[in-house]
């Protein structure tokens, strides 16, 4: 079963910044999207930034601007977060829907990671 973990939630104040970090377990042969999601308590999960197949990258509107996902080879992917707000503290999952070598194709989730900013 593949893996994906998440690391480099805290808690920061406002206005700090942030780098969450994803790394797969296996390797990412394709996909059709990737990327981070969160949860609020009391709220639906939600789209943060991803990476579609066709290239393009999409972001929430609460967070265009302050926040950037990159990615680094078949494995890893990141969210760096500036400008953090109290409303930015969640939960963080990374999320893969593609194929993974020897895997298959899936609907992959990390564990997710806690994010908290203080006002």
């Known amino acids: 079963q593949v893996q994906l973990v998440e690391s480099g939630g805290g808690l920061v104040q406002a206005g700090g910044s942030l780098k969450l970090s994803c790394t797969a377990s296996?390797?990412?042969?394709?996909?059709?999207?990737m990327g981070w999601y969160r949860q609020a308590p009391g709220k639906q999960r939600e789209l943060v930034a991803v990476?579609?197949?066709?290239?393009?990258t999409n972001y929430a509107d609460s967070v265009r601007g302050r926040f950037t996902i990159s990615r680094d080879g078949a494995k890893n992917m990141y969210l760096q977060m500036n400008s953090l707000k109290p409303e930015d503290t969640a939960v963080y999952y990374c999320?893969?829907?593609?194929?993974?070598?020897?895997?298959?194709?899936?609907?992959?989730w990390g564990q997710g990671t806690q994010v908290t900013v203080s006002s």
């Open positions: 296996g390797t990412i042969f394709s996909f059709n999207t």
């Open positions: 990476f579609t197949r066709n290239g393009m």
């Open positions: 999320n893969v829907v593609g194929v993974v070598v020897r895997q298959g194709f899936g609907n992959y």
